[in-house]
């Protein structure tokens, strides 16, 4: 390992199931963000060893323009809850896809139910997980829209104390790939969101920034660029933005085969959407340039990770081979955050997109054991 700090994310495979796309749901009198509004113990695949209690839940979060609910899980250690109960490390998933079967806690998933969730409730730690809005519930998820990520994230939190009071207010967010991008705005929103909780840190892998840099660059001239999935991701962020902020006219800038490159995104998971779309050039998308002020400024606003005004700890880690989220916009991010003055923990892995995260577990563990445990 070499000394840096920087984590990753992956995807899981899920089933590829055709749904239809509901509007947002609209918050009633007292249905205030964190307010569940359904629980479902959970059995079988999604219990995890080490936990007492698993329970997943369905709550108002804020999206991109108001009011939709977000699903989640919280996980609770076994025993006698420590003094102040237990503290949370809310999981931030990365990119699983926008259509409603993609929601992250719908699919079993190997890695996190054997490896990272328990090794988590061993350390000591409730586990919270956020599907994020738009996922498994009605509206279209925005894809890489950081400020409403960050907010399902701490509004999951909320949620989970709501139903489970042994859970303390001190917290933290471990996050990888398009959850590190929600873990980093977590870190920089909720201190200020959530003045009732007790935001500690903030443990990010592999988090796409400086996307926003690049989408002025973008149009019929790019060719099908050496890098993974690509394409899937362009046209989801396309389809959130399309779903978000309809005055964008997003569909004008899109070719026929764009056009169909969303319809493929907003029906299938991020694996199977991949699979039809990675030979697909992102300028065969385009019809004309993205280098458009309206265009830009909003995704500036979605996607633009802040790199000062951070008032609490943050670690960073990166794969050196990451063909997903490449090293070069990380280190400018690093390069950035350090400049502001950021209490920041960086590290460098010799692996890939998924294989870095898996690497950095034991350095976030120990982050999160520093900013987390009573001194």
């Known amino acids: 390992m070499m000394c840096a700090r920087i984590m990753a994310g992956a995807a899981g495979v899920v089933i590829s ?36 209690t698993a329970a997943r839940l369905t709550y108002w979060s804020r999206g991109p323009r108001g009011p939709m609910q977000s699903t989640g899980v919280v996980y609770v ?21 926008i259509a409603d079967q993609c929601a992250f806690t719908l699919e079993p998933r190997v890695y996190y139910l054997d490896s990272l969730y328990p090794e988590l409730l061993r350390a000591g730690y409730a586990v919270v997980i956020s599907d994020y809005v738009g996922l498994g519930t009605p509206g ?5 829209d950081g400020p409403s990520q960050a907010r399902s994230v701490i509004d999951g939190v909320r949620a989970a104390r709501a139903v489970a009071p042994e859970l303390s207010t001190r917290w933290a967010v471990l996050g990888q790939s398009q959850g590190a991008q929600a873990a980093l705005f977590t ?27 690049l989408l002025p660059l973008a149009g019929p001239w790019i060719p099908r660029l050496p ?9 989801m962020l396309l389809a959130g933005l399309r779903a978000s902020a309809p005055e964008l006219d997003v569909d004008s800038y899109l070719t026929p085969i764009g056009e169909d490159a969303l319809r493929v995104v907003e029906t299938e998971c991020v694996t199977e959407a991949n699979a039809r779309l990675a030979d697909v050039p992102i300028g065969a998308m385009l019809a004309r340039s993205l280098n458009d002020p309206a265009l830009t400024s909003a995704a500036r606003e979605m996607m633009r990770i802040p790199t000062d005004g951070y008032t609490i700890p943050l670690f960073v880690g990166q ?14 991010l690093v390069a950035e955050l350090t400049a502001s003055g950021t209490d920041l923990e ?26 987390l445990d009573p001194v």
Do not use: C
């Not at 890098?227 to 046209?235: G, I, M, R, S």
């Not at 050196?320 to 400018?332: F, G, Q, R, S």
């Not at 870095?356 to 120990?366: F, G, H, I, K």
């Open 319 to 332: 794969g050196v081979t990451d063909m997903e989220v490449p090293p070069p916009l990380t280190a400018k």
């Open 17 to 52: 199931v055709g749904v239809a796309l509901a509007p947002p749901a609209v918050a009633g009198t007292g249905e205030a963000p964190g307010t569940v509004t359904n629980q479902v113990e959970l059995a079988g695949r999604f219990r995890v060893d080490g936990a007492a």
């Open 227 to 235: 890098l993974e999935k690509t394409p899937a991701y362009v046209a």
């Open 346 to 371: 960086t590290h460098l892995y010799p692996g890939d997109h998924l294989g870095a995260a898996r690497a950095a577990l034991p350095d976030a563990v120990a982050f999160l054991r520093r900013v």
């Open 187 to 213: 870190a920089h929103l909720g201190p200020v969101d959530a003045p009732e909780l007790q935001l500690r840190g903030a443990a990010a892998t592999g988090p796409p920034s400086n996307l926003d840099l």
């Open 140 to 144: 279209t998820h925005p894809y890489l």
């Open 77 to 97: 250690p076994p025993g006698p809850a420590p003094a102040g109960g237990w503290p949370i490390v809310a999981y931030a998933h990365g990119t699983t896809g």
